[in-house]
């Protein structure tokens, strides 16, 4: 079994962008489960309180992402860049030698308002995951614009080509997973 954590870039109750975690979590082949990870009571990432320690809030998902064998990161675009609330978990969870994401198969997907889908997000996004060596699966991305009429009030996805989207890049994480694997486990 592998199992995936997930980090939704809104909080908002409503949130397309959970809807969209939830259809990816529905299209995963069956190897493959979620669990979303909450980080609703991060603090406001300080080096001082750092210093004291990880707060046990961020200790905690820092250890869930640890033990993952990927990670879903399902975001917004807020003003062109990603959402301060998932930049700041993602700065308290890099820090220390033994930093969570390195060597981490990570899968991004976004949903806007907007047509666009977070194509800015995205980028932005990669390159932070770069400098703490994660290791994001390139294609196929996805992007969800116009979401509003794309998802119903239920959470339920009506667009087709969103849902054949989705599932062709959870049946391609599953087989980037495994890869990763392979690369980081030496040959013996
Ligand atoms: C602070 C803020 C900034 C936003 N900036 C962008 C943006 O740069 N690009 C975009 O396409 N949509 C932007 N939006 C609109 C979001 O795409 C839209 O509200 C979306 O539904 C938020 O995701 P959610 O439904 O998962 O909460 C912004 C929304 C907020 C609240």
Redesign the pocket.
Do not use: K
């Given at each position: 079994m592998l199992n995936v954590v997930g980090l939704?870039?809104?909080?908002?109750a409503?949130?397309?962008?959970?809807?969209?975690m939830r259809l990816a979590e529905a299209s995963m082949p069956t190897s493959m489960r979620l669990e979303v990870l909450p980080w609703r009571d991060v603090a406001i990432f300080d080096a001082d309180v750092l210093a004291q320690g990880l707060p046990p809030a961020v200790a905690a998902l820092r250890e869930r992402v640890r033990r993952a064998d990927g990670l879903l990161i399902v975001?917004?675009?807020?003003?062109?860049?990603i959402?301060g609330g998932l930049k700041n978990l993602i700065d308290w969870l890099s820090r220390g030698e033994d930093q969570p994401f390195a060597m981490k198969p990570v899968a991004i997907l976004s949903?806007?308002?907007?047509?666009?889908?977070?194509a800015?997000?995205q980028y932005d996004l990669r390159k932070v995951m770069l400098f703490v060596n994660a290791m994001v699966m390139v294609k196929p991305e996805v992007f969800v614009?116009n979401?509003?009429t794309k998802f119903n009030a239920d959470g339920q996805c009506s667009d087709d080509a969103t849902r054949k989207f989705v599932a062709a890049q959870m049946a391609a994480f599953e087989a980037w997973i495994a890869g990763v694997k392979r690369l980081a486990t030496p040959a013996n």
């Open positions: 939704c870039g809104s909080l908002r409503a949130s397309y962008n959970r809807m969209l975001t917004p675009e807020y003003n062109f860049s959402p949903a806007t308002g907007g047509p666009l889908g977070g800015r997000v614009g979401v509003a």
